[in-house]
């Protein structure tokens, strides 16, 4: 679809669509930006969930400091936009991958994640040669058992070893509590994320006392951040979906204060009874892990199934005089996995489209 479709109404346009509502997501922005800094903490938002440099620039410019992302392709996509400050939280293996860290280093300033002297000794020999520092980050294993160096001396160990090779400086260190995310006693999901934000920051400690500068302390998901913002000794928050604050964070994290700001604007494509519908949205536009869509502004209607191409709604007395050929919208439950099936996310200001973004870092898993 191409820009000529700008100031259309919404619902003129053709379906399915990936729709932002602009107002809702920059509110969202805001807010997240404003309880993390309100803290005293960095914000550097994990980009995966859209993957969208127009919207990195969004988040930096409500006062988040750089992205975080998964994949070196990724941070490529965000630098080439301009964003220099851009942690690589992930393990990044091989000569091809280190060759382009290195180029990025030329570009930008990563921060790539470790947890073996196997992935910083070849990266930092590479570095060096080419005459480039890249920062290193070791990930601690705070409990969610993924990736991570164990805390103590194996991260110890780490630091060591990034303060001592040419090539590389220690940024800091990094976990990730996402195995806390969904314990629905709040009480308990505090204690834990303040036991594990403890863990990580033990090892600043031990580290600093080897006399070696640790200046980050990053951690924090959406599931998560409006605990671990207040954790002490924390110094950066990598929140990022919140920003769409998703079905999945709401329901399963008890993700409160933001709105839902993505949908998928879908077509009725069969009537088969009438208390059922088929729109024109399978799980080839929205992803049903974690979370099954939601039904906007149809509270009776209800999700049941997704197929390849079809997505079967039940639908209650309110809802059951849709027809073929009405629109609605639904509200992803997951936007990361959503995200990447489109190739552009169409941002509507009230029901007008404003802005066609395409998602430049979709594909990009390298
Ligand atoms: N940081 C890392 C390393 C992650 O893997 C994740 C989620 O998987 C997050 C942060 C949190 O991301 P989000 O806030 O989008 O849930």
């Given amino acids: 679809m191409s820009q000529s479709v700008i100031g259309s109404h919404k619902f003129d346009l053709d379906t399915p669509i990936l729709c932002i509502d602009l107002d809702i997501m920059e509110a969202n922005i805001q ?15 994990h980009e995966k969930c859209h993957k969208t440099p127009a919207i990195a620039l969004a988040q930096m410019g409500a006062g988040a400091i750089g992205v975080t992302c998964a994949k070196v392709s990724e941070a490529e996509v965000m630098a080439a936009a301009g964003v220099k400050d851009i942690l690589i939280a992930n393990m990044i293996v091989g000569k091809t991958k280190w060759e382009r860290v290195v180029s990025l280093c030329r570009h930008a300033r990563p921060i790539i994640a470790c947890d073996h002297y196997a992935q910083i000794e070849p990266l930092a020999k590479m570095c060096a040669d080419a005459g480039v520092v890249c920062r290193m980050m070791p990930e601690v294993n705070i409990g969610l058992n993924r990736v991570g160096s ?25 976990g990730y509590e996402g195995h806390l995310l969904q314990i629905q006693d709040q009480a308990e999901k505090e204690e834990k994320i303040i036991e594990a934000m403890r863990t990580l920051v033990g090892c600043k400690t031990t580290i600093e006392a080897k006399g070696i500068p640790c ?48 949908s998928v604007l879908a077509t009725v494509v069969s009537r088969p009874e009438k208390g059922r519908m088929v729109l024109d949205c399978g799980r080839k536009t929205m992803h049903p892990d974690f979370q099954l869509p939601l039904v906007k502004a149809w509270p009776d209607a209800e999700v049941t199934a997704l197929s390849a191409e079809h997505c079967a709604v039940t639908l209650g007395p309110e809802s059951q005089d849709l027809k073929i050929g009405d629109k609605i919208e639904l509200i992803p439950g997951y936007a990361d996995f959503t995200t990447i099936l489109h190739e552009n996310f169409y941002g509507f200001r009230k029901d007008r489209l404003e802005v066609v973004w395409p998602i430049q870092g979709r594909g990009k898993i390298q």
């Fill in 31 to 45: 807010k997240m930006s404003d309880y993390i800094l309100s803290r005293g903490k960095t914000w550097r938002p």
């Fill in 215 to 262: 200046e980050i302390v990053s951690a924090g998901g959406t599931g998560s951040y409006q605990i671990t913002s207040n954790c002490e000794g924390i110094t950066e928050l990598q929140a990022g979906g919140g920003i769409f604050a998703d079905p999945m964070y709401v329901n399963k994290c008890g993700l409160t204060g933001l709105d839902y700001s993505l």
């Fill in 150 to 174: 164990r805390p103590g001396q194996d991260t110890l160990d780490l630091a060591m070893a990034i303060d001592k090779l040419e090539g590389v400086e220690l940024a800091g260190i990094m």
